[in-house]
């Protein structure tokens, strides 16, 4: 089949922000349908900042027998009127156009905008190779095929769980070759040479906190490793393919598997690439052998979810965490002669201003090498957390955060408090002498004057708040 996977602009209206992450999931899902003979293609319209006319126009061009949406991909979330509008121009240009859905969210979000979407035939829900592989075998969606939606009349049915690979190492690496990668605009503080390659090395999480994007793939998605051999081979293939020069291991909680990390610290020692690389992990996963055994394999920055420094907050969200496994895993990264950087959720629930401004005063004397502060979004109507406050209905879409609607906590006032704390958040931590001095020594590494233009420009705008 001629099949056309689509990263669907955010909103009804570019822009100007482009994507820090490609649509890994999506690139995947294309490797292993091309690998079984179909004629792939996938457009980011997020990443060209295209109108949703003008994504219908190119999609339309390539003229796809099946195209699959993908609203919710990796670090990536559309907002539903866009799916709306689209698969209603899509199906008016491409007669005969089998019109679907895909990405990594539960089956309620897309059977409500199936139910919003009558052109949609069908969602593919969790993991979606196996299901996709399926779909185009039958030459479109039906009811044998395990892990859909499908629409029958005015109502949407499901086939039951999808299929999904229960070893990793079996699937192909992403099909890079259908997006320039080193295109993508990535937040300076997090990476350090170019190009850099994401890499996804394992799937799911255990930990599922409810302040995280990733909790309801989570729910769906086991956990699982790919083997170190496998990691590698994708990591020389980058190097010899791409000109990859760092690494980003992109996924949810990087670590959680001890005996793991050291195997792929001693692969990657041993390898002779001189790759530097990043990770994201949690502060209760890390030790101070561990940290000296990815030190040593060239990482240079771990990304730490600390979300808030009030544990009442912490609990509720189920982040399973304290404020001094904080403190120890920041030292323990600098005492390795890694860089660390710790992520903050300002308005959890529970939370008041005084809590905001407790957390903010934890980040500067918790000292990491940088600091990102972020307010909590949730894409559905379902978020359980009605008794601590309410979602609003318009979504952000901040440069400088995730997007969707934002989470306000019946202490908290307004959206515009919510904002106007998060910029007190940065100018607090950034502008503090300490951390100007510590990175003034930096400059003088080749290389980084850009990296840390582009990060003063990136700062400015989250201070002023646009």
Known sequence: MRIVFLEPPLSLHPLGIFPRHPPQYALTAAAVLRDAGHDVSLVDAFHEDLSLAETAEKVAALAPELLVIVPYDYTRETQPEVTTQ?????????????????????????????LAAPQLEFA????????????????GPCEGVTGLLLRRGDDVISTGPADVP???????????????????????????????????????????????????YAKITRYRLRSVANVMAEIRHAVVTWGAREIQFSDATFGLRRDWVFELCDALEASGLGLSWSAITR?????????????????????????????????????????????????????????????????????????????IRFAARLDSDYAQFFLLKYYGDDSGLDEWGHVEREWDFSPHDFRGPIFVSNRIG?????????????????????????????????????????????????????
């Open 166 to 216: 229960t070893e990793l190492d079996r699937l192909p690496f992403p099909a890079w070759d259908l997006v320039d990668f080193s295109r993508y605009i990535y937040v300076p503080h997090r990476f350090r040479r170019s190009p850099m390659y994401p890499l996804l090395a394992g799937r799911g999480c255990p930990f599922a906190c409810l302040c995280c994007k990733e909790a309801k």
């Open 414 to 466: 307004s959206v515009a408090q919510l904002k106007a704390l998060q910029r007190i958040a940065y100018a607090r931590f950034y502008l503090r002498p300490r951390f100007v001095m510590r990175h003034l020594r930096n400059l003088a590494q080749p290389g980084q004057w850009p990296r840390y233009a582009a990060g003063l420009k990136t700062l400015l705008g989250a201070v002023a708040g646009r």
């Open 283 to 359: 502060v209760d996963v890390v030790d101070r052998d561990m940290l000296r055994a990815m030190k040593r394999a060239g990482c240079w920055n771990l990304l730490y979810g600390i979300e808030s420094a009030n544990q009442h907050a912490l609990d509720l969200v189920r982040k399973k965490i304290d404020t001094r496994q904080a403190r120890e895993a920041v030292a323990w990264t600098r005492e390795a002669g890694i860089e660390s950087t710790a992520s903050f959720i300002l308005g959890l629930p529970g939370e008041d201003v005084a809590d905001v401004m407790r957390t």
């Open 86 to 114: 689209l698969s209603r121009m899509l199906a008016s240009r491409v007669p005969g156009l089998i019109l679907g859905m895909a990405g990594s969210v539960d089956e309620p979000h897309f059977r409500r905008r199936m």
């Open 124 to 139: 593919c829900v969790g993991e979606y190779e196996s299901t996709m592989l399926s779909v185009a075998a039958h030459g």
